[in-house]
């Protein structure tokens, strides 16, 4: 992996200015799941400029059951149309077939996330040759894990769009290579900004909101298994229902944890699960873009190390359900620390219930404050702009060159 990724840095200057001489700059993003999307502001911005032209490609796992493919395509899909972006299908999820992509021929390409993975004509390599690279954390960087920073994508990047000036320096830290890391806010902070102005996902029942958003890492297999799911998920719905008159509730999981409950459990048990939050009258599921949901909520309780950062942006209360040990394995660098510290923490079904009563329905938030700072300080965006404001600066340097 480095020596492509070292190979390929001594020709980024090269791509560069070619790329810099075209009348047009063509970005492709790949899309995986729309919770993790991160591009939506910049894709606006890039429409209505004159040098770029942005181009959504669904990208669909072969490891994944197509069922599973399907779900995405469509929601992804569905999510262009309702937006007037461009995007084209490259798999058929009625024959479960992978097209070739010929005709796109993307100047910069965009990966939600930064593992070679997925439909091998999809891959980085078949981009090398012409392309630049940029990413976007699809979760704040909180783990001194090094192996989910320096990957082939994030060593040869063009660019990497960090949250924070604390993130920058986790990435500075664990990634081999000498590359571009910028700090432009994360795109969490412009969504939610034009949230607040969309329709509600929750009922309009005058209850209180809290999302439930447990990880996928049940077992010991993942470098850090920080998932509670199957000690409390039974516990969870007797939360639900004792609280069924003052709080709704809306069940928001890793988008791959079904797929690890069906590995586990088998697909009669987890679909019927599933259902039982669809069902009750006081809860809801949500699966896809969770923006929306943050904007209107008045609480979240998770497990879930992409969040610990996320979910600060709307200062609302928050608790951390911790499995063995303060601070988790998964939020375990100065990063995620001082994220980790704004939160509430429990272990306990009791631990979630003290905090649903006590924070949630009486108010008595004491790390409101802390919270706030901490926002302020590590989260809101630099040069008094929008994250794609800023994001869109760094790609302009391209026109800078030519």
């Given at each position: 992996?480095l020596?492509?990724?070292?190979k390929?840095?001594?020709?980024?200057?090269?791509?560069?200015?070619l790329?810099?001489?075209?009348?047009?700059?063509?970005?492709?993003?790949?899309?995986y799941?729309?919770?993790?999307?991160?591009?939506?502001?910049?894709v606006?911005?890039?429409?209505?400029?004159?040098?770029?032209?942005?181009i959504?490609?669904?990208?669909?796992?072969?490891e994944n059951?197509?069922?599973?493919?399907?779900?995405?395509?469509?929601?992804i899909i569905?999510?262009?149309k309702d937006?007037?972006?461009?995007?084209?299908?490259?798999?058929?999820a009625?024959?479960?077939?992978?097209?070739?992509?010929?005709?796109i021929?993307?100047?910069?390409?965009?990966?939600?996330?930064?593992y070679?993975?997925?439909?091998?004509?999809w891959?980085?390599?078949?981009?090398?040759?012409?392309?630049?690279?940029?990413?976007?954390?699809?979760?704040?960087s909180?783990?001194?894990?090094?192996?989910?920073?320096d990957?082939?994508?994030n060593?040869?990047?063009?660019?990497?769009?960090?949250?924070?000036?604390?993130?920058?320096?986790?990435?500075?830290?664990?990634?081999?290579?000498?590359?571009?890391?910028?700090?432009t806010?994360?795109?969490?902070?412009?969504?939610?900004?034009?949230?607040?102005?969309?329709?509600?996902?929750?009922?309009?029942?005058?209850?209180?909101?809290?999302?439930?958003?447990?990880?996928?890492?049940m077992?010991?297999?993942?470098?850090?298994?920080s998932?509670?799911?199957?000690?409390?998920?039974?516990?969870m719905i007797m939360?639900?229902?004792?609280?069924?008159?003052?709080?709704?509730?809306?069940?928001?999981?890793?988008?791959?944890?079904?797929?690890?409950?069906?590995?586990?459990?088998?697909?009669?048990?987890?679909?019927?699960?599933?259902?039982?939050?669809?069902?009750?009258?006081?809860?809801?599921?949500?699966?896809?873009?969770?923006?929306?949901?943050f904007?209107?909520?008045?609480?979240?309780?998770?497990?879930?190390?992409?969040?610990?950062?996320?979910?600060?942006?709307?200062?609302?209360?928050?608790?951390y359900?911790?499995?063995?040990?303060?601070?988790?394995?998964s939020?375990?660098?100065e990063?995620?620390?001082?994220?980790?510290?704004?939160?509430?923490h429990?272990?306990?079904?009791?631990?979630?219930?003290e905090?649903?009563?006590?924070?949630?329905?009486?108010?008595?938030?004491?790390?409101?404050?802390?919270?706030?700072?901490?926002?302020?300080?590590?989260?809101?965006?630099?040069?008094?702009?929008?994250?794609?404001?800023?994001?869109?600066?760094?790609?302009?340097?391209?026109?800078?060159?030519?």
């Amino acid at each position: 992996m480095l020596r492509k990724a070292k190979k390929y840095n001594c020709s980024k200057n090269k791509i560069i200015e070619l790329i810099s001489n075209k009348d047009k700059i063509r970005i492709l993003f790949f899309v995986y799941n729309l919770g993790m999307w991160k591009y939506e502001g910049l894709v606006r911005l890039l429409l209505s400029h004159p040098k770029f032209e942005p181009i959504i490609v669904p990208f669909a796992m072969p490891e994944n059951r197509p069922k599973f493919n399907r779900y995405n395509q469509e929601c992804i899909i569905n999510y262009c149309k309702d937006n007037n972006f461009p995007f084209k299908i490259g798999y058929d999820a009625c024959s479960n077939e992978y097209n070739d992509l010929e005709g796109i021929d993307p100047d910069i390409v965009v990966y939600t996330q930064p593992y070679n993975t997925g439909y091998e004509k999809w891959r980085i390599d078949r981009y090398l040759k012409n392309c630049l690279f940029i990413y976007t954390p699809y979760g704040l960087s909180v783990t001194n894990d090094k192996v989910l920073y320096d990957t082939y994508l994030n060593n040869i990047a063009w660019k990497i769009f960090a949250s924070s000036p604390m993130e920058k320096a986790v990435l500075q830290k664990a990634i081999t290579t000498r590359i571009n890391i910028v700090v432009t806010g994360a795109t969490l902070y412009d969504q939610l900004n034009q949230a607040y102005s969309q329709k509600s996902p929750w009922r309009n029942n005058r209850k209180k909101r809290v999302i439930w958003a447990p990880h996928h890492s049940m077992d010991s297999k993942y470098s850090f298994s920080s998932s509670n799911f199957e000690r409390i998920c039974s516990d969870m719905i007797m939360l639900a229902n004792k609280f069924q008159d003052t709080v709704e509730f809306a069940f928001k999981p890793h988008p791959i944890l079904k797929e690890r409950l069906i590995e586990k459990w088998g697909k009669e048990r987890a679909d019927s699960y599933y259902t039982l939050w669809e069902s009750m009258p006081n809860t809801m599921i949500c699966l896809g873009a969770y923006t929306e949901l943050f904007a209107f909520s008045d609480a979240m309780i998770h497990d879930c190390a992409s969040f610990v950062g996320e979910y600060l942006y709307t200062n609302k209360p928050v608790m951390y359900i911790y499995k063995d040990r303060i601070p988790p394995a998964s939020v375990d660098n100065e990063f995620g620390i001082g994220c980790f510290n704004c939160h509430y923490h429990g272990h306990s079904t009791n631990d979630i219930e003290e905090f649903i009563t006590n924070v949630v329905l009486r108010g008595e938030d004491t790390m409101k404050d802390k919270r706030g700072e901490f926002a302020q300080t590590q989260l809101f965006p630099p040069n008094n702009l929008s994250t794609a404001e800023n994001m869109l600066n760094e790609l302009e340097e391209l026109l800078i060159a030519h």
